[in-house]
């Protein structure tokens, strides 16, 4: 198998996964180029054994291997695991930009740290219950079975729309962007990027996120998102469109 | 007042807070010459009152203003907070080696929220119950009285030595480090340092905290920290000793 071959999530809007939106940016960031195999949720595991992919990790309650995407075949070489991904990019494609410039790699590692558990994670509330909206009947029943709130509560009772539930999981996320926001706040330069005037990886695991969350979010809830801390999300959002193509 | 005068925290072995080893740590990087005024527990808030400094913050439960140490008089013009004071001395003295490389101040930023969040606070019940036996007896009275676990628990309850809490209590520690070496690990070059070859700010967050923990665990404890993660924070330690040393 020749070419790069990019193993993404199906849903009824596209790319969605905020995983696989690093890889896809990425790629696009440094001009490569690529197809993309898209699998249902159901489709993933069986399908990445079938080509021998390795799984991702274990599940940490119960020990099962992982499988997820993205996962990506450089002439049938398979390198699994987004930030392996971004990794094998940077020392494959020397000459493109870098997601990594010198003296970042381990700052970079932190930030990814830093925003799953004190900025993506404290969101789960509001974006989880999206998910079954927006993509097959039968994906929708592989996601509602798989995803319990740490309390064991199904998805569809996280926080229902109009509840007062969301209504607070809502300020919980403003407040953990916030903190994301002071981050941004301190960036070099009069660019939005993180870094300076260029995105870099870390970039990325935040679009990532963003795109997710336009996409399983009411439009009326993004359109705050966008506004809040002065409209930076949004004017993030801007500067990443460029690399937000989709084959 | 003329010259640079650093008002850090006395204790009977020496300077000890993780906060104003940031700011010692960064001075002797930079070669900045300095005196320290050395203040005990309670004399902080009245001595900061009396020559004019600004509260840190408020205290997030009462609302009260809360003075804290370190705080740095540069030729009278005084600056309050460890971060606030490293933004300055870039300034000040941009021609000295630099605690933020271009492009790593937001990362930087992120990596202290990072630090403090997932790594320090998770040691707070092997440290925190430490520092009255380092201080005269009216700061450790002072200390007792402002800590409490946030189940209220008094501090000499935290985690006693030899108990079972304390060994648990160890164990969330050396998992929390966990996370830190994980993000070392992807350092640069060969040095021990997070950017590569040359200390950053970041760093010297990291050995402000090491410090502070030689300083209020056991010998025994230390030794094993010291041991941890392939003996990463040893090795810390032994590139950061250069600009350890105290007036």
């Not at 993309?36 to 079938?50: N, V």
């Not at 932190?110 to 219950?129: S, Y």
């Not at 903190?179 to 009069?190: F, H, M, N, Q, R």
């Amino acid at each position: 198998m020749t070419g790069i071959t990019f193993y993404d999530l199906a849903s009824n809007r596209g790319a969605m996964s905020p995983f696989t939106w690093r890889t896809r940016l990425a790629l696009n960031y440094k001009g490569i180029a690529y197809k993309t195999h898209w699998l249902r949720f159901p489709e993933i595991e069986p399908y990445l054994k079938s080509i021998g992919a390795v799984p991702t990790e274990k599940n940490p309650l119960t020990g099962a291997d992982l499988y997820t995407v993205p996962v990506v075949s450089f002439d049938g070489k398979l390198v699994v695991d987004s930030e392996a991904i971004a990794e094998h990019l940077e020392r494959a494609f020397p000459d493109g930009p870098t997601l990594f410039p010198p003296g970042t790699r381990a700052l970079q590692k932190a930030f990814a740290t830093f925003f799953m558990a004190q900025v993506f994670f404290p969101t789960g509330p509001v974006i989880g219950p999206g998910v079954p909206a927006i993509v097959d009947a039968e994906s929708a029943e592989y996601v509602r079975a798989l995803r319990r709130a740490p309390d064991g509560a199904p998805l569809d009772e996280w926080a229902p729309l109009g509840s007062e539930k969301r209504a607070n999981a809502w300020t919980v996320a403003e407040d953990a962007w916030g903190k994301l926001a002071a981050v941004y706040c301190k960036s070099d330069g009069p660019g939005v990027w993180l870094s300076g005037t260029a995105p870099i990886y870390a970039d990325f695991v935040v679009l990532g996120a963003l795109i997710f969350m336009a996409k399983v979010v009411t439009q009326e809830e993004w359109k705050v998102v966008t506004s809040w801390h002065d409209g930076l999300w949004g004017r993030l959002w801007q500067a990443g469109e460029p690399y937000m193509q989709a084959d």
